[in-house]
């Protein structure tokens, strides 16, 4: 697939305080980047260089091509951006406000109200298209702000925190328009809400204090910090310390009566050895689930860690 943001080096220094160090970022066509990090990690910071709006003090930013620092005009033209808050202006109609954005993005004529008629389809803002903007819920200026973002069909759309402040509804419309719009642009998605990176992202880039610490497919992810613990239910179960006893075994935590938490090494995996004792002394083995980490709980893990992690691609 081909590349159409890509960022090399990025870094940013506010006087002796180093903001970001040394970012790299890549998206391609088609796919949606998750772009988290805890509060004052850099993320800001980060979206700020990608969409032009704070120069990187080093750094590369090339936006389908073009480098955002000696081809300005050029790369913004291949660039949409939706900020945490939208730049709406309350006192026009929709259709104004987009027509507007869209002379902004050298677009005319023919050309402007074909865009124009096009993201109010896209975005579901046919029903409001003519009211003021200050008089639509959150949800339908929020659908303005992503119109707004893609008016002049860019080749990468930055979202930054999309969903904040929607109803549940809501938030279930907007997530939706992200994926289709993903199907013809790159995006890149900044946002708190961990759940929805799992339900939209393909891949996810985590950053705290200014530095990567993870860059994986969501599938290599969740690979990579598979935690290393069985949960069983047994019906006649034996004394704790006889299944701590069992090989390959490292710790035994009661969960309650008949439920056991079975901790052990990666590399050494008692589930065969657990099955064939449970079959033989009639434990009565109910359940075994292999446990996994929640994108929380590896989110928590990485951003605890002073060193980075490797990247791994796939």
Known sequence: MTILLEAQNLSRYFGPNVAVQNIDITVKRGEILGFLGPNGAGKSTTMKMLSGNLAPDKGEIHINGFDLLSQPKQAKAQLGYLPENPPLYRE?????????????????????????????????????????????????????????????????????????????????????????????????????????????????????????????????????????????????????????????????????????????????????NLIASAVSKHWQLQELVREQDSLEDIFMHLIKDDAPLAEVKN
Do not use: W
């Open 92 to 272: 026009l109609t929709v259709n104004e406000y987009l027509q507007h954005c869209a002379r902004l993005n050298q677009l005319r004529g023919k050309q402007l109200k074909s865009a124009v008629a096009t993201v109010i389809e896209r975005c579901g803002l046919g029903d409001v298209q003519r009211r003021l903007i200050g008089q639509l819920s959150k949800g339908y200026q929020q659908r303005t702000g992503i119109a707004q973002a893609i008016v002049h069909n860019p080749a990468v759309v930055i979202f930054d925190e999309p969903t904040s402040g929607l109803d549940p509804l809501q938030i279930r419309q907007i997530r939706e328009l992200i994926r289709e719009l993903a199907n013809e642009h790159s995006v890149i998605l900044s946002t708190h809400i961990l759940p929805e990176v799992e339900m939209l992202c393909d891949r996810v880039q985590i950053i705290s204090k200014g530095q990567v610490m993870f860059a994986y497919s969501l599938k290599a992810l969740h690979q990579q910090r598979l935690n290393s613990s069985l949960k069983i239910t047994l019906a006649a179960p034996p004394e704790l310390n006889e299944l701590q006893t069992l090989m390959n075994v490292s710790t035994v935590e009661a969960v309650s009566a008949n439920q056991f938490r079975i901790l052990y090494h990666p590399e050494q995996d008692p589930t065969e």
